[in-house]
């Protein structure tokens, strides 16, 4: 059985607020929304145990996984997301995994 792991982006200044992120540079919100896990990929674990999954891990917490000697590793994220993503996936393929 291949070993998958599943990520989101990583997340090193606190928690991810989706609308803080996007939203004009002085832009002040009443309230925040932040993103601690993602509906999805609890969703894919929850129908397919075998798989392993990371909810916006910190890049520390990333590169540990990535010790652990995964087959595969897939991106849950939004278009904003892209170049974070990239950054992790040229990190995997340094670590030795062959599938993104």
């Known amino acids: 059985m291949p070993r998958v ?8 200044t606190g928690l991810y607020d989706y609308f803080r992120e996007n939203a004009p540079r002085d832009f002040r919100w009443r309230f ?13 674990r929850q129908n397919l145990p075998q798989l392993h ?28 997301e892209t170049n974070d993503i990239l950054a992790m996936a040229a990190e995997a393929r340094q670590a ?5």
């Open 53 to 80: 999954i990371l909810e916006y891990p910190t890049r520390a917490e990333f590169s540990t996984q990535l010790k652990r000697g995964w087959d595969a590793v897939g991106f849950s994220f939004y278009l904003e």
């Open 5 to 12: 792991l599943l990520t989101t982006r990583c997340r090193d």
């Open 32 to 44: 925040g929304m932040p993103r601690t896990i993602s509906f999805g990929l609890r969703f894919l």
């Open 96 to 100: 030795g995994v062959r599938e993104l």
